[in-house]
């Protein structure tokens, strides 16, 4: 079964430092990739970092990061130095193939962040 | 940059009304997603498509149903609203299979009440 887990409903964390959001998912394909959203109070989905399951690097885009352990099957995201703004749910994602030419998504229940100041 | 684009960002409709949820992408993508978001049960997927005139039930279908015609455009159809489908309706679109990181982008979303 497909499955992503997100155990943490809400965080905190002081402005300035760094967060890490914790994020396991459970698949027995072998390729599938594992994304990081954004959804401010406005309620749109921001796409923030993407991670291939052959990357063997973990990717990075400016302050957010994703901590991959594969053989633990856990796609953390960082988030460093902390802003107001980064207040906001994230959901952690896994993208795996569906049948015929298609991929399906499966979504965490999110984390709410809360940035104080 | 990717636009996905819904129609409505508030709806409010009488329970029994046929709904139409639109959503447009301008950026060629193959497949195509309704999703419905609640409060702690996160996204939770109706429909998709991988090409015109295909669809594929998600995991809640029951009450709904979809349309593409042409690939850009993918509605979403509530054929007799009921209070149980107060919501927040998400559509999103992704390039398709062959694509590297094949990524999800998101519209900004309905807000639907059914009085």
């Known amino acids: 079964a497909q499955k992503i887990t997100q155990t943490q409903p809400g965080m905190f964390v002081q402005e300035k430092e760094a967060v890490t959001l914790d994020c396991t998912y459970d698949t027995s394909d072998q390729s599938y990739g594992l994304f990081w959203y954004k959804q401010p109070s406005s309620g749109e989905m921001i796409f923030l970092i993407y991670?291939?399951?052959?990357?063997?690097q973990n990717a990075t885009e400016g302050r957010y990061s994703l901590n991959f352990q594969k053989a633990r099957k856990s796609a953390n995201l960082v988030i460093s130095a902390s802003q107001l703004g980064d207040s906001a749910m994230y959901f952690c994602a896994m993208r795996v193939r569906a049948g015929g030419t298609g991929n399906q998504f499966y979504f965490g229940t999110g984390t709410s962040l809360t940035v104080i100041p | 940059d990717v636009k996905v684009t819904q129609s409505s960002r508030y709806l409010v409709k009488r329970t029994g009304e046929k709904v139409f949820l639109e959503c447009v992408q301008d950026m060629d993508h193959e497949n195509m997603f309704w999703y419905r978001q609640d409060p702690g049960l996160g996204l939770r997927l109706i429909y998709f498509?991988?090409?015109?005139?295909?669809?594929e039930k998600g995991d809640i279908p029951e009450g709904y149903s979809v349309s593409r015609e042409k690939k850009e455009r993918f509605s979403l159809i509530l054929e007799s609203a009921s209070t149980n489908q107060t919501s927040m309706y998400l559509c999103?679109?992704?390039?398709?299979?062959?694509?590297?990181?094949?990524?999800?982008?998101f519209g900004a979303g309905t807000r639907l009440s059914v009085l």
């Open positions: 999103a679109s992704s390039p398709g299979t062959g694509v590297a990181k094949n990524i999800q982008y």
């Open positions: 498509s991988y090409d015109v005139k295909m669809k």
């Open positions: 991670q291939g399951s052959y990357d063997e």
